[in-house]
């Protein structure tokens, strides 16, 4: 048997061995329980509310989102589950040992904009508190071109934030442990408190579930209800692709099945539920619709209560940053050159790059969060999912070669390291999406084009994922099954 290369083994792409497997059912509904209680899924049924749903179709739109991605987390977890492989190792067996650096970083350039998004939220929460205190924060001569959108407080604020978490990076990721114990014990308080808020200052829930839709036609509202659920499909389409870096740890694969059903869907639902019924109050108060927990917290009177509200959101917004977006895009970049790039430096530069996608533009309205973001990046990852499912489910019937996965020339060599088809079927399911997102980012006069080919893109996680998952099986041999070595 070829040994293992050191260039595609560490004690922290190991298989994890049977003995260590301990993740039971309530483990992996703790996990996200967890990890959905963020300002950002807060925002994304309220966003839905602020685009012109009522309360009942954005709330829907939020279940089936998470009700359909889920099936490819649960899927994409099995492998995890049986082998104690993450995701990069799985990613090998269809993209080749050296291939599965494609979709790793395309994962990690995501969570780098992920990380993006959280330190604005948080450096914003920041600026909210400190200039209660410091009024003169509010009013400083700006410093940035009116083309960036960035005001000078905010923007101190955000730099500020974002090198708390750099400084998290220098002191390592076991600092974090207690903000995740405070965040799972405080934020749930925080949010409940901004509900019965709600519900109080609008007399009940009554006239807040009693908003219309602004939608005339179901016509209209199909226009944004698609899109819409392609943008939930795309919240989580990231760990449905990484999933396998928490499954590998588990006991048995109806732990991490029933585990994910238990946890992903209600948490996700009820905490946007949240979001809905408070977004709606704030047009029966405010006379429109404030899709921003922390936009909303400014509006309020005592200087006490947004102090502590914002230092919620701060210490929260950190702990589930360098939890989420931080570890898994560090140890990416680490991986393309161990040699060269440490964790630190890897850290270092999924914060850069959070930085310059510009978070507060994509935040600063419904159309950026959902149209550009979201299902922008959900066009990359849905082929992603596509080929990886096809290719354990369909090509290999759920069996693999672990220790080739390992090998430089074992199996998953395929061309150098590189499986061609995988990279071909990938490209052509992001093809189709490529006018849809030109177009929704103003690059693209949608006219030049036909209608079709533009709202394409609204579907952008499912054409992807069906066309690049069909595309890949056609190219593979079939019943690919593993050598003994």
Sequence with gaps: ??????????????????????????????????MS????????????????????QA?????????????????????????????????RASFGVRGANIPAILRAIVACGWFGVQTWIGGFALYQMLRLWWPTLGIMEPIFPNSFGLETGPAICFMIFWLLNMLVVLLGVESIRRLLVFKA??????????????????????????????FATSSEFFQFFFPGLTAMVGF?????????????????????????AIGLPPAMTLFAFIGVVVTSATIIIYGHAIWDPIVLA?????????????????????????????????????????????????????????ILIFPWKLLADPSGYIFTWLVGYS???????????????????????????????????????????????????????????????????????????IDLYHYAWFVGFFLSGLVYWVLMPKKLLPKHS
């Design 1 to 34: 048997m070829p040994s293992i290369s050191s260039s595609l083994y560490n004690d922290d792409l190991a298989a994890v061995p049977e003995s260590h497997r301990t993740w039971n059912t309530w483990n992996y509904a703790a996990l996200w329980i967890s």
């Design 379 to 453: 066009a990359l990852l849905g082929p992603i999912g596509g080929i990886m499912i096809a290719d354990y489910f369909f090509i290999r019937r759920q069996q693999l070669a672990v220790n080739d996965l390992y090998q430089l020339q074992g199996q998953y060599s395929y061309s150098s390291g590189f499986n061609i088809r995988a990279i071909l079927a990938l490209v052509i399911g992001i093809i189709p999406n490529v006018p849809g997102f030109l177009s929704a980012v103003g690059l693209l006069v949608a006219s030049s084009m036909p209608t079709w080919v």
């Design 59 to 91: 709330i829907l739109t939020v279940f089936l989102g998470n009700f359909i991605v889920l099936i490819p987390m649960i899927l994409n977890g099995k492998a995890g589950a049986k082998y104690g492989v993450p995701f990069p190792v799985l990613a």
């Design 298 to 354: 400014g509006k309020f009177t005592d200087k006490i209560l947004i102090s502590v509200a914002m230092v919620v959101i701060v210490l929260s917004t950190l702990a589930t940053n360098i939890a989420a977006n931080i570890v898994s895009p560090a140890n990416d970049f680490s991986n393309l050159a161990p040699a060269h790039i440490g964790f630190k430096m890897g850290g270092l530069i999924t914060g850069i790059i959070g």
């Design 236 to 260: 989580w389409a990231t760990l449905s692709l990484n999933i396998p870096d928490f499954t590998r740890y588990a006991k048995s694969q109806k732990a991490q099945m029933l585990g994910q």
């Design 185 to 214: 014990a405080i934020l749930p308080l925080f949010a409940l408190t901004l509900l019965f808020w709600a519900i109080d200052v609008s007399n009940g829930l009554g006239p807040i579930l009693s908003q219309p839709s602004k």
């Design 37 to 56: 209680l963020c300002i950002p899924t807060y925002m994304l049924a309220s966003s839905l509310i602020s685009g012109g749903m009522n309360w009942w």
